[in-house]
């Protein structure tokens, strides 16, 4: 049972990327998926989520109308599509799954770099 995310990289201001979380071992559409990252001495920021039954999606401000979460049941994998990339977007990148709004997030993904630069 885990969490695989991938896609991180180098890119320039105003550039794209688009991480992705594929799960193995359990049917992640069954579950609420969260992106977080994390700058190293800075507390954990969650990003992005997309919830299991319904599919909404919530966006942190910091980055509302350049990213969009998304999930491919079929491929048992949740996206994260970053747009106008800004410096400050540069972190670590991880993806979690929970059951729901009142459980914890179970499964972490190892993480992946995000380098953004002007």
């Known amino acids: 049972v885990q969490l695989q995310a991938c896609g991180g990289g180098s890119a320039q201001t105003g550039q794209s990327l688009r991480l992705s979380c594929a799960a193995s071992?359990?049917?992640?559409?069954?579950?609420?998926v969260g992106w977080f990252r994390q700058v190293p001495g800075k507390e954990r920021e969650g990003v992005s989520c997309?919830?299991?039954?319904?599919?909404?999606?919530y966006h942190a401000e910091s980055v509302r109308g350049r990213f969009t979460i998304s999930r491919d049941n079929a491929k048992n994998t949740v996206y994260l599509q970053m747009n106008g990339l800004k410096p400050e977007d540069t972190a670590v990148y991880y993806c979690?799954?929970?059951?729901?709004?009142?459980?914890?997030?179970?499964?972490w993904g190892q993480g992946t770099l995000v380098t953004v630069s002007s």
């Open positions: 979690a799954a929970r059951r729901g709004p009142n459980h914890d997030f179970d499964y």
């Open positions: 071992g359990f049917t992640l559409g069954d579950y609420a």
């Open positions: 997309v919830g299991a039954n319904d599919g909404s999606t």
